[in-house]
């Protein structure tokens, strides 16, 4: 160390250039208390012994202190020719900013720098951060509402505003917002938003390393309670404080989801043809009379108003579902905006209640279209019942999402196989007997509000029973109809608890669920809707264990109700277990 002393004291007359930047969070000035900090060490030709001295004379105390420091030492050309081959370092130089050193020579490299940046293959850049954020959301859960959210990876985490920025930045020829302020792409009010639900996640996030001690961005069960505490939630009654502090969570994360998915479809207006243009038309497509399809997202028709009239959003929502589009971020603004403006008479509207179960009727695109209803808060205006389950936590081993989210994939399961051409032996089976159900709106409405009770005290099924028969009544549903909806809502728990807790060997238990199901309809719908639960409950829930157990039970009930005996069931089944014929 001595001698590196000695060699910069010498050659201190030199005046060499060079300088050291912070890249990535350090240089966005996000940096988290146990977050790597990055460095960019910038000479202008080639790594000879001063730049190293140099570099180790930093490095090392900085590695001594503890930090995770992760360093490059480049010219201004080789970091452009390694950024040009890898997209992180690219992204990373998005966020250079000078630390130390020659501020001279860190003037002159970064308009080189950022020339590569805005014009070098941009659109093929923002195309890559487009489909990287859509593979992060897959991986942690495709949605806002997982019960163990990740906040900087996941949807609606840190990094889907940092990707909107981007891409926004390099499409518009931006050094930060401001500027994009400035050229009109963004509002001042969207930026404060984007600033609020940024500084949010960056608080729970800096708290988190604090709390754990280690870089650490999952939002785990074992810290929810005690992040509460940090916050200052307190319970109030059944209200518990981690529930209330994690409500908070699911509001800002969803805000900066809609966020970036707006900045995204400014961005998406002025993008090459040759990307976004494999996938969808950029022609604008005019879908019935009130929407319009363009880049695979539908829009409002212009002219178009959808204040006061919830007939029209129901057109919007189904011509979603007809075209497999999605919800653009100004759509989500114009029916969010046109709510207060419903009156709550329209919930017992025929026509209302008729498009909304046609919605329902139709497999293709029925969970898409359903969270689009759900996240423009339109469903919950609708039926203000579900509206209360909204972020609701369910804190057990099991589920993975909250109550509203998981029953909206529940809704989805059986339409998802409809829908989808490649298929399991076990899931052509389930196939077969969902396309024999005469009505599947009456179905489907029994899968998304089976939990609806939840949140209300004791005994979640019951309560939920006496919830849908009005609801049911709303929606103009005959007396019979309303009578299998209860029924399939009081009962949603039945096939799980007794095939997975009870003795299935027990005759008098399988008379006795027979009985109570009563019918061979009931009984379909029923095995239906246990096998949506729990495979909307996690990816780890439904198995092959389970499968089995649910099928033997069905099979039984099955033979009861239509030949009013067990004894050929129970007599099959010990030969069935020696492997005989």
């Not at 500027?179 to 938003?193: D, F, M, P």
């Not at 976004?276 to 880049?295: D, M, P």
């Not at 207060?340 to 293709?364: H, K, N, V, W, Y």
Request: proline share 3%.
């Amino acid at each position: 160390r001595r001698g590196r002393e000695r060699f910069l004291a010498s050659d201190a007359d030199l005046q060499y250039r060079l300088c050291v930047a912070s890249v990535g969070g350090y240089g966005r000035r996000e940096l988290c208390p146990k977050s790597d900090l990055d460095l960019l060490f910038l000479h202008p030709h080639k790594v000879d012994r001063y730049v190293e001295v140099v570099t180790e004379s930093i490095l090392y105390p900085l590695w001594d202190l503890g930090l995770d420091v992760g360093h490059s030492v480049r010219s201004v050309r080789d970091t452009i020719r390694m950024a040009t081959s890898d997209d992180s370092v690219r992204t990373a130089l998005m966020d250079c900013r000078r630390v130390a050193g020659d501020e001279g020579f860190y003037g002159e490299s970064i308009p080189e720098i950022e020339k590569f940046l805005f014009y070098s293959n941009a659109d093929r850049f923002i195309d890559g951060k487009r489909k990287e954020m859509q593979v992060r959301h897959a991986k942690f859960g495709a949605t806002v509402y997982v019960l163990e959210p990740n906040l900087k990876e996941g949807k609606g985490g840190l990094r889907d505003l940092h990707t909107a920025i981007w891409a926004a930045r390099i499409k518009f020829k931006c050094r930060d917002m401001k500027e994009l302020r400035n050229k009109g792409v963004l509002t001042s009010k969207t930026i404060l938003a984007v600033q609020h639900a940024m500084d949010w996640l960056l608080r729970v996030r800096n708290e988190l390393h604090f709390l754990t001690g280690k870089k650490s961005d999952v939002l785990a069960f074992e810290v929810q309670d005690r992040m509460a505490g940090i916050f200052g939630y307190r319970s109030r009654g059944r209200d518990l404080a981690v529930e209330r502090f994690m409500r908070t969570y699911y509001m800002n994360a969803a805000m900066a989801s809609h966020l970036a998915e707006e900045i995204l479809e400014q961005v998406d207006r002025f993008l090459h043809e040759g990307f976004r243009g494999r996938l969808h038309s950029f022609q604008r497509k005019k879908i019935g009379e009130v929407a319009v399809l363009y880049k695979g997202k539908i829009h409002p028709l212009g002219g178009v108003s959808l204040q006061n009239d919830p007939g029209k959003i129901f057109q919007f929502f189904r011509a979603m579902q007809k075209t497999l589009s999605a919800l653009s971020a100004e759509a989500k603004k114009a029916i969010q905006r046109a709510l207060p403006t419903i009156e709550p008479g329209f919930r017992e509207d025929p026509d209302c209640a008729r498009r909304f179960l046609e919605i329902l009727s139709e497999p293709q695109h029925l969970r898409t279209t359903l969270m689009a209803m759900h996240e423009s808060r339109f469903l919950g205006r609708y039926v203000p019942e579900f509206a209360s389950l909204s972020f609701r936590v369910q804190r057990d081993i099991y589920h993975v999402y909250t109550v509203d989210i998981h029953l909206i994939r529940a809704a989805g399961v059986l339409a998802g196989i409809a829908t989808n051409p490649e298929r399991t032996k076990e899931e052509e089976e389930f196939l077969a007997l969902y396309r024999a159900i005469p009505r599947k709106d009456l179905l489907h409405l029994a899968i998304l509000f089976h939990d609806i009770g939840k949140g209300k005290g004791h005994g979640h099924s019951k309560i939920g029973a006496g919830i849908v028969g009005e609801i049911g009544a709303r929606l103009g549903l005959s007396s019979a109809q309303i009578s299998d909806l209860v029924f399939l809502v009081e009962h949603h728990l039945l096939m799980a608890h007794i095939s997975q807790r009870r003795d299935m060997h027990d005759i008098e238990l399988i008379l006795g669920f027979a009985e109570t199901v009563g019918t061979l309809r009931r009984l379909d719908m029923l095995y239906l809707l246990t096998y949506a639960d729990l495979r909307a409950v996690g990816p780890d829930v439904w198995t092959q264990w389970k499968a089995m157990l649910l099928a033997e039970l069905y099979a039984k009930a099955r033979n009861f109700l239509e030949t009013g005996t067990l004894k050929r069931v129970f007599e099959e089944e010990p030969r069935r277990r020696r492997g005989c014929p």
